[in-house]
């Protein structure tokens, strides 16, 4: 029966201890300076050698040479404190877990009255700490705070949060942290050298990685495969890397490189196999996932330092080093970094799962889509990153176009509606570069008009039209600065919904004809549609209540004034004339003489109503209509109004949906 790795190679000096040096330089330069304070708060994960640093502290207080920052280690406290030692009675360890009430806190308290039996001072060191209840605290809080001289506390824990801050404020705090991976590869290859044990390349490494960077964990693992392993011919306990991997529950190193080599060379029948052998041999693929992370990311770091890498992954031998840069230029940086970036994604997902197999298979399949697919399509960009499963099953709208090389140069002269036509698909072609989402909105939208810097456009669904105008910044914006780019000038907008993708007529012309057996639309109605498609982006269409105006009688001038187009939020807005109307309760329905309700809605294009002609009631606006008084202030009518002057009916009220993604 042999003692445990952990136990037989326990640090007995401060300079023995491994990657706690922000711990023990500060105490060994108290102890030599005999600052030392009467209580102590040592925290850190479980194994790092917070227990080992207390009773190593205690050997240099009580050494017969000290106080002391090495210990002699030949004293009768150092021998009954050394790793083979018995334990001293002048060093009292108490298991917190057990003894965490108020009546052990008192039984401390009264055997800390007496002097030390022996050494020079009486130290309790109290493991777990955060597991003493407050009340207990409470009951010691006066004897941590003023302690007799020849007492000297020292408390160990997980969780120093859990420590009431009335002790805490009352000791000298020392973090501990988990060993750095390369201190702890060099310490146990330094261990097995002296131990005679030979071990195969890979797995030392495997170990490290096992034990998270605690010590103790390390060790147990490496002790357990020890005794696992078989003796040579030469009597020496040889570990083999495939034993390692087995008892550890690693991906072994030639089904990671068969899984890598099948990525990049998008080979589905290779990938999907490997991941068959990955559940046929029963291992758990999240583990799987987790270790081709870890390859992916050596991969990166080969491809990103080259020669360098050996610096960087400490443990990997020169022939893996070769293999991992064949590997890496099979790949290229850009495919690495988003192959990582899947698997990530992936192993996010598998947390909870409850068919995690069918995920590893999706990972798959994504990783595959993405290095068989368009090479050219650009990343999404910042701030519309969508999740990997939604990204690869969303169908495109359109396919995308072929980059057209922009103009060297904006053209000289006049911009007119020919020259943006013309340059339109340079256009799109710049938006493509700029925003992949953008160019999928606008590559839908018709170019109608343009008048001065004002540029009309038409979209066949209102989803597009939404998409378009959503502000701040989005599509609307992306196309101003592609059209800036390739034409040099800066544009605003008049956007609206044409079902059909049919063009709109510019200038006077009669409307588009109806379907067969319809009546043609009246010009009037078409004016009305017209302003109200064009209503501002940023807030509701502002319609005045229309006027039946008498035959002969001239047009009312108007109350409010022309709106400007608008520069920053996308839209221009028709200039309207809005009346007056009397004032009246919620409901009622006021008479005829006593409404105003004129209304003319200006258009150059347009030729003006004739006189004689009877008025069409106008059509009901599809957005929302909030009349405006002549004074500028918002004014609400009830129902009955609506009804008597628009010659409208009440049908049902119908909740807003706000435009996703995917109508």
Known sequence: MTTALYRRYRPETFG???????????????????????AYLFSGPRGCGKTTSARILARCLNCAEGPTDTPCGTCESCIELGRNGGGSLDVVEIDAASHNGVDD???????????PARDR?????????????????NALLKLVEEPPDHVKFIFATTEPEKVIGTIRSRTHHYPFRLVPPAAMLAYVEELCAHEGVEVEAGVLPLVVRAGGGSPRDTLSLL?????????????????????AVSLLGYTHAELLDEVVDAFAAADAAAAFAAVDRVVQTGQDPRRFVDDLLERLRDLIVVAATGEGAAAVLRGVSAD???????????????????????????????????????????????VLTYATGPAAAPPAPVGERVSEATETKRVPEAPAPEPVAPASAPPTGPITLETVLVAW?????RLSDINRTSWMVAQTAQVVDLADDVLTLSFPSPSDLAKFKKLPGGPSEDLRT????????????????????????????????????????????????????????????????????????????????????????????????????????????LP??????????????EEPMPEAEAPVPPVVPPAPVRPVAASGGPQRYGEAVVRQVLGARFVREEPYEPPTRFS
């Open 482 to 589: 592609a059209i800036n780019a390739v034409l040099g000038f800066r544009v605003r907008y008049i956007a609206r919904h044409e079902p059909g993708g049919r063009e709109p007529e510019s200038g006077g012309g009669s409307p588009a004809e109806g379907t067969r057996g319809e009546p043609e639309p009246d010009p009037a109605r078409a004016r009305v549609a017209t302003t109200y498609a064009a209503a501002p982006v940023t807030e509701w269409a502002v319609a005045p209540i229309p006027d039946t105006p008498q035959p002969g009688a001239e047009a009312a001038e108007p109350t409010t004034p022309h709106l400007a187009v608008d520069e920053e939020p996308e839209e221009a807005v028709a200039a309207v004339r809005v009346a007056t109307l009397a004032p009246a309760r919620e409901g009622d329905v």
């Open 592 to 605: 005829a003489d006593e409404v105003e309700t004129s209304i003319e809605i200006e258009d150059d294009d």
């Open 121 to 137: 001072y009486k130290i309790f060191i109290l493991d777990e700490a955060h597991m003493v209840t407050p009340q207990g605290f």
């Open 223 to 243: 002790d357990q495969l020890i005794a696992g392993s078989d003796a040579t011919d030469t009597g020496a306990v040889r570990v083999q890397y495939a034993r």
């Open 320 to 366: 893996d080093l070769a293999r991992y840069r064949r590997q890496a230029d099979a790949f290229g940086a850009a495919r690495l970094s988003r192959t990582a970036d899947i698997v990530i994604g992936a192993l996010d997902e598998m947390t909870g799962a409850t068919s995690p197999r069918l995920q590893l298979e999706l990972m798959v399949a994504r």
């Open 16 to 38: 023995e201890m491994i990657g706690q040096s922000q711990v023990t330089e500060p105490l060994m330069t108290a102890l030599r300076g005999d600052r030392v304070g009467h």
């Open 105 to 115: 806190a008192r039984d401390l308290r009264e055997r800390a009255v007496f002097a």
């Open 425 to 429: 698909p340079d256009v799109l072609a």
